[in-house]
Every structure is written in C-alpha cells, then in structure tokens.
C-alpha cells in the first residue's frame, strides 16, 4: 500500500517519494523488485539534490545494479550526497578516494572525508582489519556491528607501518594517541579486532616506556 502512494508522489514530482520508492522497488519492498526502475526514480530524486538519493544512486552505479556499472559517475553523485553531510557516502568517498576507484587515488583527502564519516558515529559491518565488505558501500543492506572502524582503518595502517615518513603514508601523520582513541571507540562498539589493537599499542608504549 505505501509503495502505491510512494508511486502517485513520485510521479507528480516528490524527492522524498522518488527516493522511497527507488528503495522499494530496489529492495522489493511491497512491490515487485526492479533494479533498472529502481535506478531511474533514484536518478530522478537524486537530480532534484536529495542526498540520501545521492548516496543510494552513487552505490548502484558502482556497482552495477540496474544501470550500466561508472564508477566514476557513483564517485560524482557520492561526493554530492558527501557534502551534503550524509555520512555513508563520506565514508564511501575516503574508500573511493583511497582505492582509486572512479576518481584519482588521493589517501590524504580519503583520511579527510572517513574522519568526517567517523566523527558522525558511521557505522559499518567490518570483516577484517584490511577489508569491508559489502554492507559498508551499500544503504540497502542493514548495518549488523557498529564500530567507528572508517578511521580505524586508517589509524591502524599508520600504526602498523611502524615509522613515520614525510610526506605521511596513508594520508594521516603516525599517532600513538590517536590512534588509542579510535581503538577504543571502536572496541566499546564491539570490534573486537580494535581491542586487539588497543591492547597491542599499549603493550608496545609501555615496553618502549621501559626500554625493553
């Protein structure tokens, strides 16, 4: 029944509607699933700036759900949605940034737009240190394990590369401290991966406290 007024709205012109309805026929939501339809109402709320349209066009886009797959399109509309303050596609964007996907590789602004996604408490479904699955990309799929892990991710390649270089690897200056922040935000979310990590660098500062 909803999808039916989601229909009507969106036909006169609604974005919020267009938006809701590219959602339920991407999904299946109440009516039969559609991708390719799905896409064009997306495009159309999308056109008319509604960022959480942005967000969802920029993911089908990447991945070829119902339109050709352009990456460097999904790149476009994700940082639309991204400076519109949507925090799902700022963490999208530090990924495409970070990977060169769609766009000219750039890890510094990549730290710059996952710390933005962070500080708004993104939260994404972590399968490893080194790799986010799906569910980070993609607003269709529910978030399971919350964890301010887009920072992480970085903090954690600082730590790891174990000494600082000039110009900064990775986009961000090696810091400690920093980097036991993030740990511990993302722990108290349930990563278990960051308590490992946290305890990790205190053992490692403590040891090169006591020059051991």
Excluded at 69 to 89: S, V
Aim: proline share 2%.
């Amino acid at each position: 029944e909803a999808a039916k007024w989601y229909r009507k709205a969106a036909e006169q012109g609604h974005a919020q509607a267009q938006f809701n309805l590219g959602v339920a026929l991407r999904t299946g939501q109440g009516v039969i699933k559609n991708e390719a339809e799905a896409a064009k109402w997306l495009r159309n709320a999308a056109e008319k700036g509604d960022e959480k349209a942005q967000f969802a066009l920029g993911v089908v886009l990447m991945y070829g759900q119902g339109v050709a797959k352009d990456e460097a399109e999904a790149a476009k509309w994700c940082r639309k949605a991204a400076e519109q303050g949507n925090a799902g596609a700022q963490f999208n964007l530090g990924v495409v940034l970070m990977h060169g996907q769609g766009v000219a590789k750039d890890e510094a602004e990549a730290a710059k737009w996952c710390r933005k996604a962070t500080e708004q408490g993104h939260a994404v479904r972590f399968v490893s240190t080194w790799h986010v699955e799906e569910a980070a990309w993609n607003p269709f799929i529910p978030f399971t394990v919350s964890c301010f892990c887009s920072m992480t991710m970085f903090v954690w390649r600082v730590h790891v590369a174990k000494f600082d270089v000039d110009p900064p690897k990775y986009g961000v200056a090696k810091n400690d401290i920093e980097a036991l922040r993030w740990f511990r935000k993302a722990g108290e979310q349930g990563h278990a991966g960051a308590v490992s990590a946290f305890r990790e660098l205190v053992e490692q500062r403590e040891c090169a406290r006591r020059g051991i």
